[in-house]
């Protein structure tokens, strides 16, 4: 068995381990579990977002340091639009994040999974969480984007939220015949974006599947053997992304602490994602196909 299958199956069994605790047990604390969810991502999630030097480097062919400044300055101009964007129209942002994040995460499933279920796979993490726990997801978005924004996204979600399930479960059925473990990936994104605390649940995900996936993958489109050389290429973007965080926190400093961290690690990402995905979209929709070696994911 694949590792990339096998971290499906790890994923699988850690999201229906939550689901099931978080249907037995108390929330945690507010502030608690927004430390533990900030601390979790920044660790296991962005690392995934930092290996883009590699996808640069291997697809534009950059090896000077002309080159590389051109490079950070054009992705960093694109992430700083973002923070802009969020800036100036709050609703737009929250609108685009939700739906460039559910694009971005429908790459996930493996090669051979059909464009409706990779569809309602991607929006299950965006979408569900108001199944059950609307109240807690308008209360995040409020922090993220203001009380307006929350107001305008949250009865779309909602009304989605039920028939989404109900289709992803059918897409998880139908998979199962052709692909069982993607079919148990279907169905554990589906209970644990349902079930858990949208927080939590987002986590996760975000750390054990799709960051995950993400890093088997790129290890492999690298045609590199040495887990040095894939460690190497995120250092520094992390270094950047710590430095970035600290100066955010500091020009928060008036904001209430549960909104100071909500916007530093979704604003973030959302700022990380877009240019995150002008390289990498290009690499998923071409079959994670390395131009330059004939190995093949």
């Avoid at 995460?105 to 569900?128: C, E, H, K, M, N």
């Avoid at 887990?227 to 190497?232: K, N, T």
Wanted: charged share 10%; hydrophobic share 60%.
């Amino acid at each position: 068995m694949s590792m990339q299958r096998l971290q499906g199956l790890f994923f699988c069994c850690g999201a229906m381990l939550l689901a099931a605790l978080a249907a037995t047990l108390g929330p945690l604390g507010s502030q608690i579990e927004l430390l533990v969810v900030a601390s979790l991502i920044l660790v296991l999630g962005v690392p995934h977002g930092a290996l883009d030097t590699i996808f640069a480097r291997q697809i534009y062919g950059i090896q000077t340091l002309r080159g590389w400044i051109c490079f950070g300055a054009i992705y960093l101009l694109l992430s700083a639009l973002v923070v802009a964007v969020w800036l100036i129209q709050p609703a737009i942002f929250l609108l685009a994040f939700l739906l460039i994040s559910a694009l971005h995460f429908s790459g996930d499933p493996a090669q051979g999974t059909p464009w409706l279920a990779r569809a309602l796979y991607g929006g299950a993490v965006v979408i569900l969480p108001a199944a059950l726990h609307s109240v807690e997801t308008a209360r995040l978005f409020s922090l993220l984007a203001g009380e307006s924004a929350a107001v305008l996204v949250m009865p779309w979600l909602y009304h989605l939220s039920w028939p989404w399930l109900a289709a992803l479960l059918f897409a998880a059925i139908e998979r199962l015949r052709a692909d069982w473990v993607t079919a148990f990936e279907l169905f554990s994104v589906a209970v644990l974006s349902v079930v858990a605390p949208p927080l939590l649940s987002f986590t996760l995900f975000f750390c054990a599947m799709h960051s995950a996936r993400h890093i088997l993958r790129t290890i492999d489109y690298s045609a590199k053997s040495s887990r040095l050389f894939v460690l190497g290429s995120a250092l520094l973007p992390m270094f950047g992304v710590l430095a970035v965080s600290y100066v955010a926190w500091y020009f928060l400093q008036t904001t209430p602490i549960d909104a100071r961290i909500i916007q530093i690690v979704f604003v973030g990402l959302a700022a990380l994602t877009v240019p995150h995905m002008a390289l990498v979209e290009r690499v998923r929709l071409s079959g994670w196909v390395n131009p330059k070696t004939t190995h093949i994911k």
